[in-house]
């Protein structure tokens, strides 16, 4: 038999939010749940300096760099991410990932140095670009007509006219004039070199270098290319200024990247790619051309690289100047190396565990050296997920022999979501739990479940893992006797080592099974009694419970599982133990048609021996319950999917003890929406508890409310620009929602699911809404005429909530903020307009005088008494104002269960009846434990 349940929060003040900065203020949303790196992939990397500062830029498909919005091209200093100018668009992110979308190179046109970019984009910062731009560390501007296609290599040779900026591509013309895939920029407009390649809509140039390799300088381009102006080129040929050759004797597949470099006998052009031969001889992905042949990289008897060469970089890792190769591959020469290795001349070296995804090698598509002020540090940037066991999301920095990403923000990895939340101690003090269907959280390996200490993430017991999909979708913390557990619910088939299907406990230290658990995911839990002692019911979609038939809910007692008579068909939501008046029950919400046998309409009543099924006209489903208070008691709320017009729209629904009335109007949701959720908060904001709605819609009955609003019973509340996906618009997913304590009275709302921005920010699949520190007390001794009359006609105004009017012609107001709780000993008193820089005195009485309605004193109203406590002089500042507190419950001179009443003396030289002094309004305040 199971314990009653700990509802547990923070014992004590903690600002989980300061993650990457200050704590937003109240009323907001908090940023600092944005990912490392980018949401996409990177397809070039370069350091530049644009005048302010070297920086790292990177170009790809990308929409978001860290916590930037970033259109396919960012920056990164070694500290912040930026966007450059407001980015491209008209990007085709469907490319090919053989095929950059991005290039970049600096060059002077005779104007100065800039910064030119090639890809395949149609503008760049609002201005009209065709697939190349230039960039002059302030604008951008165009680059001639552009190209009628992707640009994808540009370099800067000297054919002895000069230093000239060249472009190749997937392109044929510019302005009309016919470039097939190579061209050269007079610094007027585009120009072909000679014919061009014979026409072929798979032609185009993917490499350019400029290289010496003994028989003077040329220009060297490689891609998928065959003939140029009549020379057989097979996929790599050589411009000297005036004619193209071939260098050997040609590759049977394309070439990707070239690259000079020494690797100890001297500088050399390398070149790699998909080929597998040049001529006769085997050269499997990478060959050094020695100026008459090329030739393989032999280590261990074997030859080159198991997959395609995408990048090449010459950088000094501590170890010596060395080649290193990025690419789609697993092994060099028979080394395990995971897209990316290292090539010191004579031998093959891994770097770490390399990039990879989860269960299988990541891709490098660019690679380039970059000092951030720390350094020079090889970076790649592709298609990955983990550098080494490091999160790092498809760009990451190698260093020292190690991985690191850059950003190291908090949320979950882009893509990713946050399904369950929850607070629980285990004896290091209150933390946040969350699970999901992640494999990180912020830069800490994490799988499907984490803890946030308010500063870092952690990894709990190993994560669980199994199963097609593993994730975790529901968190519990309860006392089961043992002392305080949290339930994991979820799909997977092990937690830590131990074999667990879909449901375990976790101890703070170790995981134990649910017996033989369940054979579908677990969803929800809820704490119920049934008459037979508290026990633990899950709902989800299993068809089993410990081996014994439970159709989507089933009963845990702490030793073994059954079900609850025939069940739902089809899946469990939520679960909600209420009391209407007819006694306790379990009320269950989902997407089920069926409830006990008879027809339900995603509604039903379990009482602990048989179902109530429920069914409403409109009502198809239900995705979540909250007990929630509108006004006229506790009540039981449902969030309803309608039938009715239009199509996927969302209702509360409220319990009349009989059936479901639907209250609040619509909220309009995107077709096919995931899934939303209720949370009953207390903001400091609104009028007390409200009843918070996340899902994915736009408006709350006609108020603008995107993704998560607030019911008072009455009206909506939007919650700043709400939550929102950009990257995926109508693909909002709010699975949960959890009050945190964090400090003086306030508490945060943290918001889990599938979405990538709140408020605006980037915040990965978890959200903040930072809460205001509640108004304390009820406000009394009014100078308006609700008390008595103020001494000589000098009363305030009619529902000010202030005392009697001052030399300043209004009256002081007492209010305060904070939780009565002494424990938490966060009361702060403030009198607000006082005549300015006047002493005042706060006091304190047991009593309200007269009833409340107060005696004459002085100019105002003395209403707290009858003997009094001085809680401290204060000199009011110019603004009228002056507080006392936190600490004030330290003074002992309440305890839990008292009501005490405040007042502020303050004098008044110059006041209204000749008195000097005056009173402020008074407040009345129940204390708590």
């Given at each position: ?12 003040p903690l600002?989980?939010v ?11 949303w ?14 070039t ?9 070297p920086?790292l ?11 930037r919005?970033a ?11 930026s966007?450059?100018?407001g ?12 095929r ?15 910064l030119?970019?090639g890809?395949r984009?149609?503008?760049v ?12 560390g ?15 290599a540009?370099a800067?040779f000297?054919d ?12 044929r013309?510019?302005?009309?004039v ?8 007079d ?11 014979a ?30 102006n009549?020379v ?5 040929g050589?411009w ?17 990247a ?37 030739n393989?990289?032999?280590f ?15 950088f ?18 028979g080394v395990?190396?995971s ?10 070296t891994?770097l ?14 660019s ?5 951030d002020?720390?350094g ?5 940037g592709g298609s ?9 999301k ?6 020292a022999?190690a991985?690191?990403a ?35 959280m ?44 949290l339930?994991?619910?979820g ?8 074999p667990?299907r ?26 119920f ?14 068809s ?11 009963k ?15 899946r469990?939501?939520?679960l909600r ?7 306790p ?8 048609t069926i ?10 009543r ?23 208070d509108?006004?006229g008691?506790?009540?039981?709320f449902a ?5 009715s ?5 969302l ?9 479901w009335?639907?209250?609040g109007?619509?909220l ?28 994915d ?8 409310a ?5 019911w ?6 939007a919650?700043g620009g709400?939550?929102?996906s950009?990257?995926?618009?109508g ?11 964090a400090g003086?009275?306030?508490?945060d ?19 903040v ?17 609700s ?8 009363g ?7 005392g009697?009017?001052h030399?300043g012609g ?7 903020r ?21 002493p ?6 047991n ?5 409340g ?12 008494g009858?003997s ?8 009011g ?10 600490g004030?419950?330290?003074l ?5 269960g ?9 004098r ?11 009173m ?10």
């Amino acid at each position: 038999m199971l314990a009653t349940v700990l509802r547990l929060a923070f014992a004590a003040p903690l600002s989980l939010v300061l993650v990457g900065g200050a704590r937003a203020q109240c009323g907001q949303w908090s940023d600092g749940f944005a990912t490392d790196g980018v949401d996409k992939s990177v397809f070039t990397l370069a350091a530049r300096d644009f005048g302010q500062g070297p920086v790292l830029l990177l170009g790809g498909d990308f929409t978001v760099a860290g916590d930037r919005a970033a259109a396919q091209i960012a920056s990164w200093d070694g500290a912040t991410w930026s966007n450059l100018g407001g980015g491209l668009s008209g990007t085709v992110p469907c490319c090919p990932l053989d095929r950059n979308l991005l290039c970049s190179v600096e060059f002077d046109d005779g104007s100065g140095p800039a910064l030119y970019i090639g890809g395949r984009f149609l503008n760049v910062g609002g201005v009209a670009a065709a697939h190349v731009a230039k960039w002059d560390g302030a604008n951008w501007s165009a680059v001639g007509a552009g190209f009628d296609e992707a640009v994808q290599a540009l370099a800067v040779f000297d054919d002895g006219s000069g230093p000239a900026l060249y472009a190749g591509g997937a392109f044929r013309e510019s302005g009309g004039v016919p470039m097939n895939s190579l061209a050269r920029w007079d610094g007027t407009a585009w120009q072909a070199l000679g014919a061009g390649f014979a026409l072929n809509p798979q032609t185009d140039v993917r490499a350019l270098v400029a290289f010496d390799d003994g028989s003077g300088p040329a220009l060297y381009f490689g891609g998928q290319i065959f003939d140029y102006n009549g020379v057989a080129v097979g996929h790599l040929g050589r411009w000297d200024g005036a004619t193209v050759t071939r260098p050997g004797a040609g590759f049977d597949l394309p070439v990707n990247a070239l690259i000079a470099h020494d690797d100890g006998t001297g500088v050399a052009l390398f070149s790699g790619g998909k080929f597998t031969n040049n001529g006769a001889t085997s050269v499997r992905r990478i060959a050094k051309w020695d100026g008459a042949a090329w030739n393989p990289l032999v280590f261990g008897g074997t030859n080159g690289l198991n997959g395609t060469v995408e990048a090449l970089a010459t950088f000094d890792d501590g170890a010596g100047s060395a080649l290193f190769v990025g690419g789609a591959f697993g092994a060099a020469s028979g080394v395990a190396a995971s897209a990316i290795v290292k090539w010191d001349g004579g031998s093959w070296t891994a770097l770490g565990a390399g990039l990879t995804v989860p269960g299988a090698q990541g891709v490098v598509e660019s690679l380039a050296v970059f000092d951030d002020g720390a350094g020079p540090a090889l970076y790649a940037g592709g298609s990955f997920t983990f550098a080494g066991a490091s999160p790092a999301k498809n760009v990451a920095r190698w260093s020292a022999g190690a991985w690191s990403a850059l950003g190291g923000g908090a949320g979950a990895p882009h893509g990713s979501a946050v399904s369950a939340l929850a607070v629980a101690n285990f004896g290091a003090g209150s933390q946040l739990y969350a699970g999901g269907s992640f494999n990180a959280m912020g830069t800490t390996p994490a799988q499907r479940i984490a803890r946030f200490d308010g500063a870092v993430w952690h990894e709990v017991g190993g994560g669980v893992s199994g199963g097609i999909s593993p994730s975790v979708e529901a968190l519990l913390t309860v006392d089961d006797g043992t002392g305080p557990v949290l339930y994991v619910g979820g799909s997977f088939t092990s937690a830590g080592s131990t074999p667990a299907r879909n449901v375990a406990k976790w101890d703070g230290a170790s995981w134990t099974a649910l017996g033989a658990g369940l054979n579908g995911p677990a969803s929800v839990f809820e704490l119920f009694d049934d008459g037979s002692g508290p026990a633990l019911f899950v709902g989800g979609g299993f068809s089993e419970a410990g081996g014994q038939p439970a159709s989507a809910i089933a009963k845990w007692d702490g030793s073994s599982w059954s079900g609850l008579g025939s069940g739902v068909l089809y899946r469990v939501t939520a679960l909600r133990s209420f009391d209407d008046g007819t006694g306790p029950a379990l009320f269950v919400a989902g997407d089920f048609t069926i409830a006990g046998g008879a027809p339900a309409d995603g509604l039903a009543r379990w009482d602990g021996a048989a179902w109530t099924a429920i069914t409403h006209p409109t009502i198809l489903a239900a995705s979540d319950l909250a007990i929630y208070d509108d006004g006229g008691g506790p009540a039981l709320f449902a969030l309803a999917g309608l039938g009715s017009f239009p199509n996927n729209s969302l209702s509360l629904a409220k319990w009349s003890g009989s059936g479901w009335d639907l209250v609040g109007g619509l909220l309009t949701q995107s077709p096919a929406a995931p899934s939303a959720s209720l949370f009953v908060h207390n903001d400091g904001l609104g009028a007390g508890d409200e009843l918070f709605v996340g899902g994915d819609f736009e408006f709350a009955d006609g108020t603008p409310a995107r993704g998560l609003a607030a019911w008072n019973g009455a009206s909506w509340r939007a919650l700043g620009g709400g939550i929102d996906s950009v990257s995926s618009p109508g693909a909002v997913t709010v699975s949960t929602m959890v009050s945190v304590a964090a400090g003086g009275g306030a508490r945060d709302l943290y918001v889990g699911g599938r979405f990538t921005h709140a408020g605006g920010q980037h915040s990965n699949g978890l959200a903040v809404w930072s809460g205001c520190v509640p108004a304390l007390g009820d406000g009394y001794c009014f100078g308006d005429g609700s008390a008595t009359a103020c001494p000589c006609g000098n009363g305030s105004a009619s529902d000010a909530e202030q005392g009697c009017a001052h030399s300043g012609g209004f009256g002081a107001q007492l209010v305060a903020r904070g939780s009565p709780s002494i424990a938490e000993n966060s009361q702060v008193f403030t009198v607000e307009l006082l005549p300015p820089n006047k002493p005042c005195v706060l006091f304190m009485g047991n009593s309200p005088l007269n009833g409340g309605a107060g005696v004459v004193f002085g100019d105002g109203l003395r209403c707290a008494g009858p003997s009094v406590r001085r809680l401290g002089v204060r000199s009011g500042d110019a603004n009228g104002s002056a507080s006392w507190g936190p600490g004030l419950s330290s003074l002992g001179y309440w305890s839990a269960g008292d009501t005490r009443y405040f007042q502020v003396w303050f004098r008044d030289s110059g006041g209204p009846c000749g008195s000097a002094t005056n009173m402020s309004s008074a407040l009345a305040v129940t204390f708590t434990n």
